[in-house]
Structure formats: C-alpha cells, structure tokens
C-alpha cells in the first residue's frame, strides 16, 4: 500500500484530533464546560470574517506599480508587517471584544487557556476539515481517466497536481499536524496576555498580545516571501510555540488571586444580607 494514502490521512485526523483532546484534558482538569471553547471558536471566525475581506480590499497595494519599485527585500519585509499586524490586530482585538462582552466570567488562567483552546482549535478543525477533503478528492482521482471530467486544456495541469501530490515525501505529508501542533500554543499565549489586561487593568497587555501575533506572522510570512524550505518554517514556528508556552507557564504563576477577590466579595455580601435581613426581623416583629 502506498505509505502517502495513510499519512495523508493521519494529518488530517490529527489535526482535527489535537484541539479536541486538549479541550477534553483542560475542561476535565479545571471542571469547566465546553461553553468558552465555542465562545473563542465564534471569536475566531468572527475575527476572519472581518481580516479576509480587509487583506483581499488591501491586496491593490501589492500589485502597484509603486510597490513594485521597491527592492524586493523591501517588499518582503513590507508585506510581511502588513500582514503580520493584519492578523495580530483583527485576532486580538476579536478577543479582546470576547472577554469584554461575550465572556465576561472568564477571569481565571484556566478559562483564558479554554478559551484559546477554542480559537486555535476551531481553526485547526476547520484546516484538517479541509485537509480531509482534498484527500478524499484526490483518492477517487487517483484512479480516474482524467480526460473525461476535464477540458483538453486542464488535463495535463490536473495530471501534474496529482502527481505532485502523491509523489511529496511522506514526512511532508504530516507538516499540517505539525503546523497545529506548534500554532495551538500561540492561541493559547495571546488568549492569556490579552485576558491580563482585564485582570491586571493595563491595556498595554492587549498591545503586547498584538505585537507577539504580529510578529510571529511577519516572520513566517517573511520566510515564506524569500523561499525558505518548509521545515525551516516549521522549525521557527515551533521556535515561537516554545516561547508561546512559557508565556503561558509565567503568567500562571504571577496573575492575581482573583479567588481571593471572590472569595472576600461573597463574603462581604453574605455579611451585608445577614445584617439586613436581622433588622427586617426586628422590624416585623416590633409591633407583634
């Protein structure tokens, strides 16, 4: 059997596997419901709904003819900013507008890590979604005769991209797995720098939220832009997952004791209810 229909297969898998065992672990581990894993997967394709159409109106500036009389080094790292602040803007602000009206309770680190867990999940399911789909095309055109569902002008492009499909080397068949596996943690990172401007009351986390994403996505729009092989790329990204998890491991640590400002409220109120409701006693049993 021919290794690419099996791999093929397990990439996509995966990466629709991946966001869904680590939601189960993380609602498991903190007893929380699947409720802010769908409010950060509406959150994505909220945010997309609004970044696709702005790239595709701002694309005229790429075809320019004053954009193309820059160097080309010029207009790489041009377009690599662009669009790295393209997508750290529309993304966290998207999820800056999440915990600012659509998930008003999530305050703690593990809600903040459920709810990235469902904007970079919903993302990966989408892409493997996807993935799956091109595969099983590819699968019946495998043994077709092209020549009967395509033009004599498309046979020989049709006839090329399935080769070129069955022909990659297996390891490249997995890179979409191993995409997600590496871009998950970003998600997770920026849901918990932008959940620290509301906790810590400092906007300048949801600036810094921006400029993490946006600066991760210029660098691999920027290797990509100048022909770096696709494990370099990977390996940068995985370089940033690395950072994406540490960020998340610190803030863990430093974040303030919300349950402590729980806690002292509740009790605060418990006291007040107590107080109010011995002076309604004594004031219907007064007169009896």
Same mark, same amino acid.
């Given at each position: 059997?021919?290794?690419?229909?099996?791999?093929?297969?397990?990439?996509?898998?995966?990466?629709?596997?991946?966001?869904?065992?680590?939601?189960?672990?993380?609602?498991?581990?903190?007893?929380?419901?699947?409720?802010?894993?769908?409010?950060?997967?509406?959150?994505?394709?909220?945010?997309?709904?609004?970044?696709?159409?702005?790239?595709?109106?701002?694309?005229?500036?790429?075809?320019?003819?004053?954009?193309?009389?820059?160097?080309?080094?010029?207009?790489?790292?041009?377009?690599?900013?662009?669009?790295?602040?393209?997508?750290?803007?529309?993304?966290?602000?998207?999820?800056?507008?999440?915990?600012?009206?659509? @998930?008003?309770?999530?305050?703690?680190?593990?809600?903040? $890590?459920?709810? =990235?867990?469902?904007?970079?999940? +919903? /993302?990966? %399911? &989408?892409?493997?979604?996807?993935?799956?789909?091109?595969?099983?095309?590819?699968?019946?055109?495998?043994?077709?005769?092209?020549?009967?569902?395509?033009?004599?002008?498309?046979?020989?492009?049709?006839?090329?991209?399935?080769?070129?499909?069955?022909?990659?080397?297996?390891?490249?068949?997995?890179?979409?797995?191993?995409?997600?596996?590496?871009?998950?943690?970003?998600?997770?990172?920026?849901?918990?720098?932008?959940?620290?401007?509301?906790?810590?009351?400092?906007?300048?986390?949801?600036?810094?939220?921006?400029?993490?994403? @946006?600066?991760?996505?210029?660098?691999?729009?920027?290797? $990509?832009?100048? =022909?770096?092989?696709?494990?370099? +790329? /990977?390996? %940068? &990204?995985?370089?940033?997952?690395?950072?994406?998890?540490?960020?998340?491991?610190?803030?863990?640590?430093?974040?303030?004791?919300?349950?402590?400002?729980?806690?002292?409220?509740?009790?605060?109120?418990?006291?007040?209810?107590?107080?109010?409701?011995?002076?309604?006693?004594?004031?219907?049993?007064?007169?009896?």
């Amino acid at each position: 059997m021919d290794i690419h229909i099996l791999t093929y297969l397990i990439n996509g898998l995966l990466m629709i596997a991946l966001p869904i065992g680590l939601t189960i672990y993380l609602t498991h581990k903190f007893r929380l419901g699947w409720r802010l894993f769908w409010i950060g997967a509406g959150t994505l394709i909220f945010s997309q709904i609004l970044h696709i159409p702005f790239n595709a109106l701002a694309n005229p500036l790429f075809v320019s003819d004053k954009y193309f009389t820059l160097p080309m080094i010029w207009q790489n790292i041009f377009l690599a900013i662009f669009l790295g602040l393209s997508a750290g803007i529309f993304e966290e602000l998207s999820r800056y507008m999440m915990y600012r009206w659509w @998930a008003k309770d999530a305050r703690s680190w593990s809600a903040g $890590l459920l709810a =990235g867990a469902g904007h970079g999940g +919903i /993302e990966a %399911i &989408i892409l493997g979604l996807l993935v799956l789909y091109g595969y099983v095309q590819m699968m019946i055109l495998r043994g077709m005769d092209i020549a009967t569902i395509a033009t004599p002008e498309q046979v020989e492009v049709v006839k090329t991209q399935i080769q070129a499909y069955w022909s990659a080397p297996w390891y490249f068949t997995l890179l979409g797995a191993i995409e997600r596996l590496f871009t998950i943690p970003l998600h997770l990172a920026c849901s918990i720098l932008v959940l620290q401007t509301f906790r810590r009351k400092n906007s300048w986390w949801l600036i810094i939220a921006i400029l993490f994403h @946006a600066f991760m996505d210029g660098v691999a729009v920027y290797m $990509l832009r100048i =022909g770096s092989s696709a494990f370099t +790329i /990977e390996g %940068i &990204i995985g370089i940033f997952a690395v950072i994406s998890i540490g960020i998340v491991l610190l803030l863990k640590g430093r974040e303030p004791d919300v349950m402590i400002e729980i806690s002292n409220t509740i009790q605060s109120k418990l006291i007040i209810e107590s107080v109010n409701e011995t002076h309604d006693n004594l004031d219907r049993t007064q007169y009896q």
